[in-house]
């Protein structure tokens, strides 16, 4: 079975840096793109950013220049780091991850964490 689990969030003042970071474990074989998309109050899940298997990366406009996605794929973890944080940044941040199951053929598998909040105050 495979879990992916987030851990880093909290409150932060605006201007301040947080760093997310997110593991999948269990039976993988291999783990294509991994990404974080965050879902504010009253709003839909948005994608944050988002990372290959071979680091290259993709950013919301909104993050562009101020996050920055990284991975390790010895540990299968996918790391967040956030910085000259906005109170608009406020939500829940899900980590994903796209992969190969080691007891499955055929296509990749979405999973999802349960989210971390990531709450910026002004």
């Known amino acids: 079975q495979v879990q992916v689990v987030e851990s880093g969030g909290g409150l932060v003042q605006a201007g301040g840096s947080l760093r997310l970071s997110c593991v999948a474990s269990?039976?993988?074989?291999?783990?294509?793109?991994m990404g974080w998309y965050r879902q504010a109050s009253g709003k839909q899940r948005e994608l944050v950013a988002v990372?290959?298997?071979?680091?290259?990366?993709n950013y919301v406009d909104s993050v562009q220049g101020r996050f920055t996605i990284s991975r390790d794929n010895a540990w299968n973890t996918v790391y967040l780091q956030m910085n000259s944080l906005k109170p608009e940044d406020t939500a829940v941040y899900y980590c994903?991850?796209?992969?190969?199951?080691?007891?499955?053929?055929?296509?990749?598998?979405?999973?999802w964490g349960k989210g971390t909040l990531v709450t910026v105050s002004s």
């Open positions: 994903h991850a796209n992969l190969y199951p080691s007891n499955t053929l055929g296509a990749p598998v979405d999973y």
């Open positions: 269990g039976s993988i074989f291999a783990i294509n793109t």
């Open positions: 990372i290959s298997s071979g680091g290259s990366t």
